[in-house]
């Protein structure tokens, strides 16, 4: 294998026309709330796990952000910096739905879109109409069809670059309603003006690293050596960021599938959920319907997608700020909410202690891709009971909507751990 695909080879930065567009609807279940109710529009306005004033923010307004309000921040502080802030728990159907009429916009400019969360898209215009119209021209007109067919309320910051990760830096440069481009006449200059952190995957832990090897900006980030990159992540990492950062895609330099941005068949590493609990909820008791819950969500989410699992884990913070976590392996894949739960459940009883929960999550990981083949309600004389009556369920509620049929467990979880859009997802 040549030094050019183990990661020693430094490449110049990529002075291809840039044809890849990265679109993020600006403050998104805000700005979807607004659109939906035109009375919200121009005030500042928080979307909060929920809205008790511990509740956690987790989409601000641009109104809301011009006056310091963020996400992550507490309902009570928020309304420290503006007492008269509306705040709304999130209502996920809403937000899927402008998802959707994006995604179906940008079906229409290209086939090879990268949904990378519910506000975030990234595109490829490569052999395509587009890109002999431009990727400037094409970006405009993608924000003139959102006002037409999606919402006019609606803004998006759009990035333009010769990659998925420099196109995305380049939609954070100006928002809201932003067009930005980063390619090889400018990528110096951006890069003198931006922090190591403003890079996306760049943290505090691995900003130290990088300080470490003297790395200090993101020029000094840029100009390094492949093997000091290599020296600061402690492994091929250091190649990718190589790559990353000089406008090249991973995965057409490496031909590894894993970093593939456009493979509809790429595989995710793990499916869970969450809960921010408001009250005082410690008992196990009281906290199993809400774990049936969340693993239903979850499970439904794997056999959706066409996955099982087979490595399974709890996490606990508690109101103290003390947390708890514990995980199992099994042998065998499984997507079914009644397996899992009974395996989350005595997970569950094992935690040591029982007092207030702030936050109950669980995930499962190590999954693989599964035949999606779906069985009608009669077909399944050979099959499990419980996996016939799932996909039943699935087909169900996938007509009429969440939960529109459920198993009697749920009834006693009421309105706990409702429909949420985790970071990341859709």
């Avoid at 291809?16 to 279940?29: E, G, K, M, R, V």
């Avoid at 109104?63 to 509306?86: C, S, Y």
Wanted: charged share 25%; hydrophobic share 35%.
């Amino acid at each position: 294998m040549s030094s050019f695909f183990t990661g020693t080879k430094s490449l110049p930065f990529n002075s291809a026309q840039p044809l890849t567009l990265f679109i993020d609807i600006n403050s998104c279940f805000a700005t979807v709330e607004q659109q939906y109710n035109p009375s919200l529009r121009g005030k500042p306005l928080a979307i909060a796990a929920y809205t008790g004033s511990t509740g956690t923010i987790v989409a601000a307004s641009i109104e809301a952000k011009k006056l310091g309000i963020k996400t992550g921040m507490h309902v009570n502080e928020a309304q420290k910096i503006f007492p008269k802030i509306i705040v709304l728990e999130p209502d996920p159907p809403k937000y899927r739905t402008v998802h959707k009429k994006l995604k179906g916009l940008l079906y229409e400019i290209t086939p090879k879109i990268k949904p990378l969360s519910i506000d975030e898209f990234s595109i490829d215009i490569e052999r395509t109409p587009a890109q002999q119209k431009g990727a400037v021209a094409t970006a405009l007109q993608i924000k003139s069809d959102i006002k037409a067919k999606v919402g006019d309320w609606i803004t998006v910051s759009i990035g333009i670059a010769p990659n998925i990760f420099l196109a995305k830096t380049a939609s954070n440069l100006k928002k809201p309603d932003g067009l930005q481009t980063i390619d090889s006449t400018n990528y110096l200059q951006v890069f003198s003006k931006l922090s190591l952190t403003d890079l996306c995957g760049i943290k505090s832990g691995n900003a130290s690293r990088l300080a470490a090897q003297g790395i200090f900006t993101v020029l000094d980030f840029y100009h390094a050596d492949i093997s000091l990159l290599r020296k600061a992540f402690g492994s091929i990492g250091g190649y990718y960021w190589h790559l990353k950062l000089h406008g090249w895609d991973v995965e057409k330099i490496t031909g590894g599938e894993k970093f593939n941005a456009y493979n509809s068949n790429e595989v995710k590493k793990s499916f869970g959920n969450s809960y921010a609990i408001p009250g005082n909820v410690g008992k196990k008791e009281d906290l199993a319907p809400i774990l049936y819950k969340l693993v239903e969500k979850t499970a439904t989410r794997l056999r959706q997608e066409g996955y099982k699992a087979k490595s399974f884990s709890i996490n606990i913070l508690y109101r103290d700020g003390t947390r708890w976590k514990c995980h199992k392996n099994i042998e065998k894949y499984i997507n079914l909410s009644g397996e899992i739960y009974r395996i989350m459940y005595k997970l569950l009883l094992k935690a040591p202690e029982q007092k207030p929960v702030r936050i109950l999550a669980e995930t499962c990981f190590r999954v693989a891709k599964t035949d999606k083949q779906q069985l009608g309600l009669f077909d399944g004389v050979k099959s499990d009971k419980e996996e016939i009556l799932s996909k039943a369920m699935d087909s169900v509620n996938k007509k009429f909507g969440d939960f529109t049929l459920k198993p009697a467990k749920l009834l006693k979880a009421k309105s706990a751990a409702p429909d949420r859009i985790g970071f990341g997802k859709t």
